[in-house]
Nanobody
């Protein structure tokens, strides 16, 4: 059974930083994509950043490019999202997400596995 355990949310002032982490378990192969989605109040869940576990390609939403960095630690089975220069519009529940369909998921419908959400609140 695939499990994704996310942590690291919190409250931060605009311009500050947070780091989210997601511990993964249960995958039977390395051929999957993993990353982060977020959902702000009243909005649809959107992709933030994803990467392949066994390949180097990554992608970022335009709104976070240059501010957020996704990375993985194969030894710890962990994927992290370093979020810098946070803005109030980054406030959302962030979800660790994974897909085993061979592509980086661009929409929530393309995600096979979800972790629990972690709330990020950025005050102005």
């Amino acid at each position: 059974e695939v499990q994704l355990q996310a942590s690291g949310g919190g409250l931060v002032q605009a311009g500050g930083s947070l780091r989210l982490s997601c511990i993964t378990s249960g995958f039977t192969s390395d051929d999957y994509a993993i990353g982060w989605f977020r959902q702000a109040p009243g909005k649809e869940r959107e992709g933030v950043s994803c990467m392949f576990w066994s390949r180097t390609s990554t992608n970022y939403a335009g709104s976070v490019k240059g501010r957020f960095t996704i990375s993985r630690d194969n030894a710890e089975n962990t994927v992290s999202l370093q979020m810098n220069s946070l803005q109030p519009e980054d406030t959302a529940v962030y979800y660790c997400a994974a897909s085993s369909r061979g592509n980086i998921p661009q929409t929530a419908n393309a995600v096979d596995y979800w972790g629990q959400g972690t709330l990020v609140t950025v005050s102005s």
